[in-house]
Structure formats: structure tokens, C-alpha cells
């Protein structure tokens, strides 16, 4: 059974960065779909950015050109880079393997 680890959430000011990090273990199925939902209070979870294996990536319109998502194959790891934050990011961030698997969520608060 795959495992998902989240790190690298936390608190930062509008405009600021953060960068999220997951790494999926516990199975050696390749896994072809890696990425990143969030979910706000009182909102449903959305989609945020997706990386297939082949490198084909998928942005939610809210983020494009502030967000990079990028994949470590060989280490089963997918990384969120999270640049000119704004007040509206602020949620859990959730990865997924292959939309089946998830982790159990990282806080990131965009607030002065």
C-alpha cells in the first residue's frame, strides 16, 4: 500500500514562497499521476496541479504562473514550488498518487 508524506507547509506573508514536498512509498506499482489538491474551510477540494509520469502538467487557471509543479520519478517524489502567495492559497494541501491515494494534508496560511 502506497504511503504519502507531506512537508513544507507553514505560515507566510502575501507575496511571499513556499515550496511543498511528497514522497510516496510502500509499493513499487508505477505510479503515472502525481499532484496536489487543496482544500480551504468550508470549501470542497480542488485541484491545484497534476504531473503525470511523462511530464504532462495540469494547473488549476487560479494558480498558473505562480505555482511550478515538478516529479522526481525515480524517487516517487512530486514537489509544488509556491511563489507571489496571496491570502487566498490559504488551505490544506493534499497530494495524490494516481487520484486514489492521499496524503493526510499540509496547512498553508497566507497572512500578514
Known amino acids: 500500500q502506497v504511503q504519502l508524506v507531506e512537508s513544507g507547509g507553514g505560515l507566510v506573508q502575501p507575496g511571499g514562497s513556499l515550496r511543498l514536498s511528497c514522497a510516496a512509498s510502500g509499493s513499487d506499482f508505477s505510479i503515472h499521476t502525481m499532484g496536489w489538491y487543496r482544500q480551504a474551510p468550508g470549501k470542497q477540494r480542488e485541484l491545484v496541479a497534476t504531473i503525470t509520469r511523462g511530464g504532462i502538467i495540469n494547473y488549476a487557471d487560479s494558480v498558473k504562473g505562480r505555482f511550478t509543479i515538478s516529479r522526481d520519478n525515480a524517487k516517487n517524489t512530486v514537489h509544488l514550488q509556491m511563489n507571489s502567495l496571496k491570502p487566498e492559497d490559504t488551505a490544506v494541501y493534499y497530494c495524490?498518487?494516481?487520484?486514489?491515494?492521499w496524503g493526510q494534508g499540509t496547512q498553508v496560511t497566507v497572512s500578514s
Open positions: 495524490t498518487a494516481n487520484f486514489l491515494m
